[in-house]
C-alpha cells in the first residue's frame, strides 16, 4: 500500500501528500487528530476517462467510499473512546473497570452528558430529577394496552418513545423553531433548561416504559414508580410488584405480616453494573442512528425511537440472545467440540465472540463474568452454564480462533445473566435500550452543543444505475422477469 520514501532532515508536517496519476497533479491534505477531511478531496478532480461514465462526476471531485463506515469518522467527540486493539474502553477518560467497580449507574449517566463525575449534591440533584420524572401520563395504560398480548417489547418500546414525543410540544423544533435546542451552544439558559428536562424524561421513563412492555406480556397492571429506591430497584419494582403487601421471603416471627416487595440488593447491583457496561460504545449502529436522525433537529423522543428501531436489529441487539438460542442448541458440555468443528466448517455461528471494535478481549466480559457468579450464587446456577463454560475454554485454547482473535464479548456473559434472573429472551434487546438511552442522549446533546452549529447528515452515493434513457409506451416493452425482478406473488391469509 504505502512506499517508505528516503528520511530527509525536516520538521513534521502534519499533512498527506496525494498525486492524482490521472492528471499528475499533486495535493497536500491537512492532517488533523490523525484524520483527513473528506470534503478536501472534492477539489481533486480531472477530465472525464474513456471508461468513466457521466454519472462517476469525476469533474466534481473525488468522492470516498467506505461501505459500512469501516474507517469514517463522522463527529469529533469527548464522551467515549474505544481501543479496539488493546482491549480499552474510557466513559470521559475513566476506565469502565474503575466505573464498574466504583460508581452507579446514573453518576456514569451524569458523568457521560455533562463530562465530570458529579459532587454529591449534584448528584442527589440529577438523580430526584431522573426518577420523579419517571411517572407516565395515566393514558399511557391505554397507549399500551392497545398492542396485542404477544407483541414483541421492542416494537412497544420503539412505538413508545415516539409516542412520548406527542406530550412535550416544548421539545419539539418543528412547533418551536430550529434553533430550539442549538441556542444551548450559546448557553442560552432557558434552552438549557428545556434540554435537560426532554433528558431527565427520557432518561426516568425509560424504566417505566420497558416495564409496561413487559407487563402487557404478563397480563398485570402497570405500577407506578416507586419512591427510596434507587433506578436499577425501581426498574426491577416495576416488573415484579405484584400488590401494596406483597413480598418474595418468608415472614419473621416477630412481624408475621408481610412486607412491601423490594428487589434482592445483589440482582439490583449487578443489572445497575450491567446498565454502566451497555451506557455507551462510541458510534455503534444506534447511536449513528439517533445522531443521523437528530440532524434533522427533530424532538429528541423521536430520534431515540429512530436508535431503538436500529438497535432492535439482530446484528446490534440481539447477539445476547443469539448466545442463548447457541447454547441451547449446543445442548451439553460433550456436544462443545462437534459444535466447534461445524464452526470451522462454516456450518454453525459462533455467537458472543469476537467484535466489530475489539481485536482482543471486550474489557467488559471480564466484569460481566464476575457478576455473572455473583448472580447464580442467588438464583442458582444456569442449567446451561457449563456448557458456556465448556465452549469458553475451549474456544480459547484453539488456535484457529485465537489466531482470528475470537475472544468472548459482553454478549456471552449477559444473556446468561439475564436468563437468570427470570427475562424472557425477547426482553433482552429492552435491557440494552433502557442504558443506552443515556449514551444516545449524551452525544445528541453534544451535537445540539457544537458551536459550528448542526448541520444535516446526507452522506453521499456512488450510483452505478443505468444511464439517461427515453420512456418505453407499454406496448414496445419487453418485460424484465426473475426472482428479484418483479413483484412477488404473496399468499393472502386475511
Not at 486493539?85 to 449507574?105: C, D
Not at 449534584?122 to 430526584?128: A, C, K
Not at 420524572?133 to 414483541?152: E, L, N, V
Request: charged share 20%; aromatic share 10%.
Amino acid at each position: 500500500m504505502g512506499q517508505e520514501t528516503p528520511k530527509a532532515k525536516h520538521a513534521r508536517n502534519d499533512s498527506l501528500v496525494v498525486i492524482d496519476n490521472r492528471t499528475g497533479k499533486q495535493y497536500s491534505v491537512p492532517i488533523t487528530h490523525n484524520s483527513v477531511p473528506a470534503t478536501f478531496f472534492k477539489f481533486i478532480r480531472a477530465p472525464a476517462g474513456p471508461d468513466d461514465r457521466p454519472e462517476d462526476e469525476a469533474e466534481r471531485g473525488l468522492r470516498v467510499a467506505d461501505r459500512g463506515f469501516l474507517n469514517t469518522a463522522v463527529i469529533e467527540s469527548a464522551i467515549t473512546y474505544i481501543d479496539g486493539e488493546r482491549g480499552i474502553l474510557r466513559y470521559r477518560g475513566y476506565p469502565i473497570e474503575q466505573l464498574a467497580e466504583k460508581s452507579t449507574f446514573l453518576e456514569c449517566a451524569y458523568l457521560l452528558i455533562y463530562g465530570a463525575l458529579p459532587a454529591r449534591s449534584q448528584l442527589s440533584h440529577f438523580e430526584r430529577e431522573v426518577l420523579l420524572h419517571g411517572i407516565m401520563h395515566a393514558d399511557a395504560t391505554k397507549f399500551f394496552g392497545s398492542f396485542r398480548y404477544d407483541a414483541h417489547p421492542m416494537a412497544m418500546l420503539t412505538s413508545a418513545f415516539a409516542y412520548l414525543g406527542s406530550y412535550y410540544g416544548e421539545a419539539n423544533p418543528s412547533l418551536q423553531g430550529q434553533t430550539l435546542f442549538t441556542k444551548c451552544a450559546k448557553g442560552d439558559p432557558e434552552a438549557l433548561q428545556n434540554m435537560d428536562k426532554q433528558i431527565y424524561r427520557l432518561i426516568g421513563k425509560a424504566i417505566t416504559l420497558a416495564a409496561m412492555a413487559y407487563r402487557v406480556r404478563q397480563g398485570r397492571e402497570f405500577v407506578v414508580p416507586p419512591t427510596g429506591m434507587s433506578y436499577a430497584e425501581s426498574f426491577l419494582y416495576q416488573l415484579d410488584h405484584l400488590s401494596p403487601t406483597d413480598s418474595f421471603s418468608a415472614s419473621s416471627s416477630a412481624s408475621p405480616s408481610p412486607s412491601p416487595y423490594k428487589p434482592h440488593p445483589v440482582l439490583a447491583r449487578a443489572l445497575d453494573i450491567l446498565f454502566i457496561l451497555h451506557a455507551d460504545h462510541e458510534m455503534n449502529a444506534s447511536s449513528t442512528t439517533v445522531l443521523q436522525t437528530g440532524s434533522s433537529l427533530p424532538d429528541p423522543y423521536s430520534a431515540v425511537a429512530a436508535g431503538c428501531a436500529s438497535l432492535y436489529g439482530p446484528l446490534h441487539g440481539g447477539a445476547n440472545e443469539a448466545v442463548i438460542r447457541m447454547l441451547v442448541s449446543i445442548g451439553s458440555p460433550n456436544n462443545v467440540p462437534t459444535f466447534l468443528a461445524a464452526v470451522k466448517r462454516r456450518e454453525k455461528v459462533l455467537s458472543g465472540f469476537g467484535h466489530r471494535v475489539y481485536k482482543t478481549s471486550d474489557p467488559r466480559s471480564f466484569i460481566i463474568r464476575k457478576i455473572a457468579d455473583e448472580v447464580f450464587a442467588v438464583t442458582g446456577p444456569d442449567p446451561l452454564l457449563d456448557t458456556a463454560m465448556a465452549l469458553h475454554d475451549a474456544a480459547l485454547k484453539d488456535d484457529y480462533f485465537v489466531s482470528r482473535k475470537l475472544a468472548p464479548n459482553v454478549d456471552f456473559w449477559s444473556g446468561l445473566i439475564y436468563r437468570a434472573m427470570g427475562f424472557p429472551m425477547d426482553f433482552f434487546p429492552v435491557l440494552f435500550v433502557v442504558p443506552r438511552i443515556v449514551g444516545w442522549v449524551a452525544h445528541w446533546r453534544q451535537m445540539m452543543l457544537s458551536p459550528e452549529g448542526v448541520k444535516i447528515w446526507r452522506p453521499r452515493q456512488i450510483y452505478v444505475g443505468p444511464s439517461e434513457r427515453s420512456y418505453v409506451p407499454f406496448d414496445e416493452r419487453e418485460a424484465v422477469q426473475g426472482p428479484g425482478k418483479e413483484p412477488s406473488i404473496v399468499i393472502h391469509s386475511g
